[in-house]
Nanobody, 115 residues
């Protein structure tokens, strides 16, 4: 059983930065891709970024490209999402997910960006 635990969310002002972390239990972390998703109030969950098992091929949603950076440290079973130049529209619950079919999900961490 794989468990994912996010941390690092909070309340910030527009233009600020935050770094989210997601730590996985289980030995197979470094064998599958990881991603970040978010869900704003009243909206469907949407893709934010993903990264391959070895840290390569990062891919971003157009709305965050150039502002967010996904990375991972397999020695720590952790994936990160560095978020810069935050905007009020980035306000959402952020979830990490893992596995080729996003089989594993964390519980989410709230990010609130005030204008």
């Amino acid at each position: 059983q794989v468990q994912l635990v996010e941390s690092g969310g909070g309340l910030v002002q527009a233009g600020d930065s935050l770094r989210l972390s997601c730590t996985a239990s289980g030995r197979i972390f470094n064998t599958y891709p990881m991603g970040w998703f978010r869900q704003a109030p009243g909206k469907e969950r949407e893709f934010v970024a993903r990264i391959s098992w070895n840290g390569g091929n990062p891919f971003y949603a157009g709305s965050v490209k150039g502002r967010f950076t996904i990375s991972r440290d397999n020695s720590k079973n952790t994936v990160y999402l560095q978020m810069n130049s935050l905007k009020p529209e980035d306000t959402a619950v952020y979830y990490c997910a893992g596995g080729s079919s996003w089989s594993y999900w964390g519980q989410g961490t709230q990010v609130t960006v005030s204008s």
